[in-house]
């Protein structure tokens, strides 16, 4: 699943135009073509067809793992989920399998959601905040601190990667910069939320920053055939690295599954205490 990087990146191409295809802000809605109708969560496809016509795309952006185009009059958010993408192609290219909806401009140009296993979805609402009033704080705003988090960590005891995984708790980390923020933080996946101390809460705060800025620096991680052009993977510490040695203190990097998601961590870098057993 494309992480807040990946979806940074998404939105700044459809921002400022890639290569020879044009930016997308300024251009109007000519036409709709809905492939697959359950790929709406709201309005109707008849309701959407009709308001989304017409519409000028008047800026592009993110919330959490959202991608959001502000309308002249709504707005277009999409949640590309497992295996989502966003496609700027000519009207004349051929429709790819796996087309679920697409918006002709009125230049010859078109915004295709392609998604084969189909779990993406896309709102036309008035008021995002709608869609977003449950997401947690974004990790590069001013008003996630280092005090914050640590609050937040105090009045939970759940285990530190469900939490930072918690939509709900910060909006845009998942499983790649999750461990990686809790490896260059030396945390235990497993650490309960309210044994973290302030300075560790502090580690943890600058490091999900970093890892996040790095990602976005680097355009994002392809590690798979859904999301393309970023090259983070290539500076993993441990993520999808087990077994290989930890590149601080040569321990074999380790795996497990927590919350049903594969964990990759340091046993020597971060150590799990006692209590939290």
Same mark, same amino acid.
């Given at each position: 699943m494309p992480e807040l990087p990946e979806v940074e990146t998404i939105a700044r191409n459809l921002r400022t135009g890639n290569g020879d295809l044009p930016a997308l802000p300024g251009l109007r809605v000519r036409q709709v073509e809905l492939l697959w109708d359950r790929s709406l969560a709201t309005p109707s496809p008849q309701e959407f067809r009709g308001r989304l016509t017409g519409q000028r795309v008047e800026q592009i952006w993110r919330r959490g793992k959202f991608l959001v185009l502000t309308l002249s009059r709504d707005h277009l958010l %999409?949640?590309?989920? @497992?295996?989502?993408?966003?496609?700027?192609?000519?009207?004349?290219? +051929? %429709?790819?399998?796996?087309?679920? @909806? @697409? %918006?002709? !401009?009125?230049? +010859?140009?078109?915004?295709? !959601?392609?998604d084969p296993r189909k779990f993406g979805r896309v709102w036309l609402v008035d008021d995002p905040q709608v869609v977003f009033r449950s997401l947690g704080p974004e990790p590069l705003s001013e008003e996630f601190t280092a005090q914050s988090l640590y609050r937040s960590l105090s009045e939970r005891r759940r285990q530190l990667k469900p939490l930072l995984l918690d939509q709900g708790f910060i909006a845009g980390l998942g499983n790649i910069y999750a461990d990686e923020a809790l490896f260059r933080a030396g945390l235990h996946p497993l650490l309960a939320s309210d044994q973290v101390s302030e300075q560790q809460a502090l580690r943890l705060w600058e490091s999900i920053r970093l890892v996040l800025e790095e990602g976005i620096l680097r355009n994002g991680a392809s590690i798979d055939w859904v999301y393309r052009g970023g090259d983070y993977q290539n500076y993993f510490r441990v993520y999808q690295r087990t077994g290989d040695p930890c590149p601080v203190c040569g321990t074999p990097v380790a795996r497990m599954v927590v919350? /049903?998601?594969?964990?990759?961590?340091?046993? /020597?870098? /971060? +150590?799990? +205490?006692? /209590?939290?057993?």
């Open positions: %999409i949640h590309l989920r @497992m295996s989502g993408d966003l496609l700027v192609e000519r009207v004349e290219d +051929p %429709i790819a399998p796996h087309h679920r @909806m @697409m %918006i002709d !401009f009125d230049v +010859p140009y078109r915004l295709s !959601f392609n919350g /049903q998601r594969g964990t990759h961590y340091c046993p /020597q870098c /971060q +150590p799990l +205490p006692s /209590q939290s057993l």
